[in-house]
């Protein structure tokens, strides 16, 4: 295992949405960032996209996942491939399943692969420990936003919500001495954010997504489907709790009697009252809230959250982070943590019923402690 020193750590990520793999550089030592290194992105083609898409809802050995976890394999290799002075990746694979009290969690790609071809050790299988402990393996980035919290120097609880595929939302007391210390963290899927809007948008128009909300600013909310959208149980929940993408599946049929504009603001709707509810949750009121995501960039999304929190509600960016590749340092961080045996969920974030370091580690790290 590592020791304490800084290490140039690099996490991808490839999320629900489908859209591409983000690559970014963290220098830490797993608990302090001492700073944040260059970054890529690289984007699906619609094949590709068409080959993720056949297997989500899949597990191993089902139809489409070798398929897809070979492309997964091959698109991380050639984005990562591109960086230079790297000590250890964080691989987080694609998610194509995720019933953490059923048949566990499933993320496509093998790590030992994907060393084998960068010549780097790389550090993935982040979920799957914590769903064995009885946890709901997700969310994993909140212990990176408690370092994020530390790293911009705040002194009161905020959070942060991520609008990725589907929402979740940390709560983070920066005070704290350590994410695993009780109070520290609160984490949970809040509901669906842009995936079921990017379903919709590819059902009904061809597109990828509502690029900057431009549909649904044309429709009207209808507010019966919003109603009967927030009669669903999970929203009940006390958290932590978790969702798979398809979850919420039942959005596109509330909206089915509904023209574009409508079906699109509505359904925007429903992700931005997720976020409302999952608020009453947090043990304070936070400060502020940060976005980051895709959905940060949807004005009409935004707007409803400012008109609906009691904080401020702004990007990232306005902390000096990156919104776009918050998810991918977040698993560079986690990599390392996992290098150097530290805990990478605890009760808070995931439900675990203790502090539990997970992932795999392929590749030799003893290279990387000899030249430091």
Not at 167 to 182: C, H, Q
Not at 199 to 219: F, I, K, N, S
């Amino acid at each position: 295992m590592l020791n304490g020193q800084m290490v140039r750590a690099l996490g991808a990520m490839s999320g629900t949405s489908l859209d591409g793999i983000d690559a970014a550089v963290v220098e830490t030592d797993g608990v302090t960032i001492s700073g944040f290194g260059p970054t890529a992105y690289r984007d699906y083609s619609d094949d590709e996209q068409a080959v993720l898409r056949a297997a989500l809802g899949r597990w191993p050995g089902e139809p489409g996942v070798a398929p897809a976890a070979a492309l997964l394999e091959a698109a991380h290799a050639e984005v990562l491939g591109g960086f230079a002075g790297i000590d250890l990746v964080g691989f987080h694979g694609q998610t194509l399943a995720h019933e953490p009290q059923g048949r566990g969690t499933h993320q496509a790609g093998d790590g030992a692969r994907l060393a084998a071809r960068l010549g780097l050790p790389v550090v993935w299988d982040f979920r799957s420990a914590d769903v064995r402990l009885g946890g709901q393996g997700a969310p994993l980035a909140p212990f990176f936003h408690w370092a994020c919290a530390r790293h911009i120097g705040a002194r009161a609880p905020l959070a942060f919500l991520n609008l990725g595929g589907v929402g979740n939302l940390t709560w983070v007391d920066p005070t704290a001495s350590t994410p695993e210390a009780e109070g520290a963290l609160l984490a949970f899927d809040t509901g669906p954010a842009n995936a079921p809007i990017n379903d919709l948008m590819m059902e009904r128009r061809g597109l990828a997504y509502d690029r900057d909300g431009a549909l649904a600013a044309t429709g009207q909310v209808a507010d019966g489907a919003l109603e009967m959208f927030l009669e669903e149980g999970y929203f009940f929940k006390m958290p932590p709790k978790s969702l798979d993408r398809n979850d919420f599946s039942m959005m596109l049929a509330l909206v089915r009697e509904l023209d574009d504009a409508d079906a699109a603001a509505t359904m925007t709707a429903m992700s931005a009252a997720a976020v409302m509810g999952g608020m009453q949750f947090c043990p304070t009121p936070p400060e502020r809230l940060l976005v980051t995501g895709g959905g940060r960039h949807n004005p009409v999304m935004m707007e409803m959250l400012a008109a609906g929190l009691d904080c401020p509600v702004g990007p990232v960016e306005a902390v000096g982070l990156d919104g776009d590749m918050l998810e991918a340092q977040a698993f560079a961080y986690l990599a390392v943590r996992v290098a150097r045996g530290l805990p990478t969920s605890c009760r808070g974030t995931t439900g675990v019923r203790a502090a539990v370091g997970g992932g795999e580690i392929s590749g030799d790290l003893s290279g990387l402690m000899a030249a430091r």
